[in-house]
């Protein structure tokens, strides 16, 4: 007996023969109802909430340095007898606009190839692979190669051949690493980016776009595909035909208020799933610094424009509440805008809010999660409340050494942190202020470095061939992620 997709199939050519012979057919009407019922495709396009990259040889000088706010991301591998660098790129995608219960069927990562260069033959010189990471536990402005996260899988979920000498787009199949992500309740998707092992003496180094790209189109991103029963929930509270602040829940109970401008809002729910969360977008022009939320944690994102918090929480009884609260205390640019990610060299102002009126203060910048002494700060500013307790803006540091800092207003400036003082950090580690990316400032100079000019050969000739095969106005090799699978 044949298949049904057989029968299926000579039906069809006999419909394609009927109408070639000017034959209309009779078609047999046909029920859809399993159709019907089937639940919408939709298709979820992410960019990467942090990414960076690590360098981890033992005998690196660059080991503890941190390369988060750089344009590009770096990967290499060696082998050989002699000591040399090797470095993964890790990258995050909030995956908390997907659904509870959600079914993914696909999730595809794309990066952008900005050079490749191998000391190797082509030929022998081999892949670029994507490692799912378990463990969320880092930040964009944190992670370096001695505290990178645990809990790698041993096997890549996807790997592509390198096409070298020439800028190229790859495309990896992440669907299962999605999935994992998802059942096991963690709404930080990581993976990892890394060489083979190079199976010949030599070195493989790469450079791909992050998502600090000045071209969008080259950015990684993560789409999906997937199918739910369910929808997140969606409120906003909205001033003058703007947003404020946006909020994406499970809940099907929620209300946000305003309950001071500028510093405070609430947020109560109701939550009926076992694991609940609420992604917090908030406009960076609504609130007076960076925030923080009241009970509990956020996993902290942000770009120029939002401040962007995921709290997530448990089934809850009745309503309960979340307070987004501004920090009292933040830097700025020159023109008074809140600022916290500064390149080396640029000037650090602070502006602070709920003081006493006229109260001189002293405040200090010490590296985050230090000790709370006068003698461990880096730079110190003695300022005066006005009448109505707000501190101006003045400069307490030209950026001079990379680091990631807190800011402690000494309000009794007695040089030791006590019940009336503020500090920016509510929970070490987790809120920094002042972060100054290494090398930010020596970027383009780095990539040509590290891996433009070493492939000036490579790229030669191996694009003088491509050009002549493909024509010079051809766009960027694409990977097929279907080839992708190991």
């Known amino acids: 007996m044949s298949s049904p997709w ?29 159709w019907e019922e089937r639940e919408e495709l939709k298709s979820l396009s992410l960019g990467a909430a942090a990414d960076s990259y690590v360098t981890f040889t033992a005998v690196s000088l660059t080991k503890d340095a941190n390369f988060g706010g750089l344009s590009y991301l770096k990967v290499s591998s060696y082998l050989g007898t002699a000591p040399s ?3 993964a790129a890790y990258l995050m995608f909030d995956l908390s606009d997907i659904p509870p219960g959600a079914v ?3 999730a595809v990562l794309v990066v952008y190839q900005l050079a490749a260069f191998t000391s190797l033959s082509v030929a022998d010189a081999c892949c670029l692979e994507v490692y799912n990471v378990a463990d969320p536990d880092w930040t964009e402005y944190g992670i370096t190669g001695s505290n990178v996260p645990h809990e790698t899988a041993d096997l890549s979920t996807a790997h592509v051949r390198i096409l070298w000498g020439r800028e190229a787009r790859y495309a990896f199949d992440v669907t299962k690493d999605v999935r994992a992500s998802l059942s096991s309740e963690n709404l930080a998707l990581t993976e990892r980016l890394a060489s083979s092992l190079v199976p010949l003496p030599g070195e493989v180094t790469f450079g791909f776009a992050s998502r600090e790209s000045d ?8 789409t999906i595909r997937y199918t739910s029963t369910e929808e997140l929930n969606k409120v906003s509270l909205k001033e003058a035909g703007k947003t404020l602040l946006a909020v994406t829940t499970t809940s099907r109970e929620v209300t946000v208020s305003e309950v001071r401008p500028l510093h405070e809002y609430a947020i109560e729910l109701k939550e009926e799933h076992e694991h609940g969360w609420a992604k917090i977008t908030i406009d960076k022009s609504a609130f007076f610094t960076n925030p923080y939320v009241t009970p509990g944690r956020a996993r902290y994102y942000e770009d120029s ?3 962007i918090l995921v709290v997530e929480y448990g089934k809850s009884v009745g309503r309960q509440r979340i307070s987004v609260i ?13 600022k916290r990610i500064f390149d080396l060299g640029g000037e650090v102002y602070v502006e602070g809010v709920g003081f006493d009126p006229r109260r001189v203060i002293d405040v200090y910048l010490l590296p985050d999660g230090g000790p709370l002494e006068s003698a461990a700060t880096i730079a110190r500013a003695t300022v005066t409340a006005d009448e109505e307790g707000y501190i101006q803006s003045t400069m307490i540091w030209r950026a001079n050494r990379p680091g990631i800092y807190d800011i402690w207003a000494d309000a009794n400036r007695n040089g030791a942190f006590d019940d009336q003082d503020i500090i920016n950090d509510k929970n070490t580690e987790a809120y920094p202020m002042v972060t100054v990316p290494e090398f930010n400032v ?4 780095l990539l040509a470095a590290l891996v433009f000019l070493p492939s000036c050969w490579s790229r030669t000739h191996l694009i003088k061939r491509e050009v002549a095969k493909r024509g010079s106005n051809a766009a960027p090799f694409t990977s097929d992620p279907a080839s992708n699978r190991p």
């Open 85 to 87: 660098e090797e470095s």
């Open 442 to 445: 020596a970027a383009p100079l």
């Open 104 to 106: 993914v069927h696909s």
């Open 215 to 222: 071209v969008p189109e080259q950015r990684p991103k993560l």
């Open 326 to 338: 501004s920090h009292s205390i933040g830097t700025f640019d020159e023109e008074g805008r809140p």
């Open 305 to 307: 424009s939002y401040y």
């Open 6 to 34: 057989v029968r299926g199939s000579g039906f069809i050519l006999i419909i394609y023969a009927a109408t070639l012979a000017g034959i209309t057919p009779s078609i047999p009407s046909l029920s859809l109802s399993g």
